[in-house]
């Protein structure tokens, strides 16, 4: 059981460029989350989803998108990087969404030069 | 959601109790209290949570006041690996919104 799984862990891109962060749990969650933290600052949340084939935004969705085609996954894609998008991600995911049962993940550090 | 106002630093003694608090003087009926931590560079760990009754796990104690305005959480015997960013949320039970959480109290237990 390796709870939730984030890929990569630290990755550095220009900006302008694309890329996908990996999300993956095997706990059955149907709930799943996005959050970002920038430094001394608490988590805000990103995107959502309460199930397959359903996503909705958080509060700082901008830049982001997010697709939630298997209950396992849920890949978070910057389209176009940008340095205001340097942050550390979470991604997190719960049974049925009780505040007191979300998993987070170790964090993907990405930096936009 | 309630909002929360916390402490932005404390210490804490090896080996003492840990007396972290906040306040949410707006909280509703139906929110609870739940308190999280984020030891450095991790994804955040529950802790606890409560709606108006006292609680107590492995892991700590939470006290509400009964007027369910201001909470402590309690580390009872605080150690160094304790040394961690806590927050508290309060909100319903559930919810598609999610978590929010805010700057959190930044406790550092001394040797």
């Known amino acids: 059981n390796a709870g939730v799984t984030q890929t990569p862990k630290f990755q550095v891109l220009k900006t302008g460029q694309s890329m996908t962060l990996q999300c993956a749990q095997d706990?059955?969650?149907?709930?799943m989350s996005w959050y970002r933290q920038d430094p001394g600052m608490g988590l805000r949340l990103i995107h959502y989803?309460?199930?397959?084939?359903?996503?909705d935004q958080g509060e700082v969705p901008n830049g982001y998108n997010v697709s939630r085609s298997t209950t396992e996954d849920f890949p978070l894609r910057l389209l176009s990087a940008a340095p205001s998008q340097t942050s550390v991600y979470f991604c997190?995911?719960?049974?049925?969404?009780?505040?007191?049962?979300?998993?987070f993940g170790s964090g993907t550090r990405l930096t936009v030069v | 959601d309630a909002k929360t106002t916390q402490p932005t630093s404390m210490d804490c003694a090896e080996g003492r109790a840990a007396n972290l608090p906040c306040n949410h003087s707006?909280?509703?009926?139906?929110?609870?209290v739940y308190w999280y931590r984020q030891i450095h560079s991790q994804g955040p760990q529950y802790i606890i949570h409560?709606?108006?009754n006292n609680e107590t796990n492995e892991m700590a104690s939470l006290i509400i006041t009964e007027d369910r305005k201001s909470s402590t959480l309690i580390l009872p015997h605080a150690t160094l690996r304790d040394t961690a960013v806590y927050y508290c949320?309060?909100?319903?039970?559930?919810?598609?919104?999610?978590?929010?959480f805010g700057t959190g109290t930044r406790l550092t237990v001394i040797p």
């Open positions: 707006t909280i509703s009926g139906n929110e609870y």
């Open positions: 706990m059955n969650h149907e709930y």
């Open positions: 989803s309460v199930g397959a084939g359903i996503t």
């Open positions: 949320i309060v909100r319903v039970e559930t919810g598609a919104n999610n978590l929010f």
């Open positions: 409560g709606l108006k």
């Open positions: 997190a995911s719960s049974r049925d969404g009780m505040n007191y049962g979300y998993t």
